[in-house]
């Protein structure tokens, strides 16, 4: 199984496992951070400006 590649300013799906919501929530990625511990770490921003950020294993494309 390949990895998921993400870039700044593609969009992305949050799972509700770490939005808290019913539903996986669409975004655009503002940010990717380099976590030394937990690997890579995904900021999202959605239409209603709500941020979201984690681990990348709760993220997929859109």
């Given amino acids: 199984m390949s990895e998921e590649k993400f870039t700044v300013k593609e969009k992305a799906k949050v799972s509700p496992l770490l939005s808290g ?3 996986w929530v ?3 990625i503002i940010k990717i951070f ?3 511990f ?3 770490e995904i900021a999202i921003k959605d ?3 709500r941020i ?3 681990e990348k294993k709760y ?3 859109s």
């Fill in 21 to 23: 919501l019913e539903e």
């Fill in 26 to 28: 669409e975004g655009v």
């Fill in 34 to 36: 380099k976590n030394p």
């Fill in 38 to 40: 937990l690997g890579d």
């Fill in 47 to 49: 239409s209603q400006g």
């Fill in 52 to 54: 979201f950020f984690g």
């Fill in 59 to 61: 993220f997929k494309k």
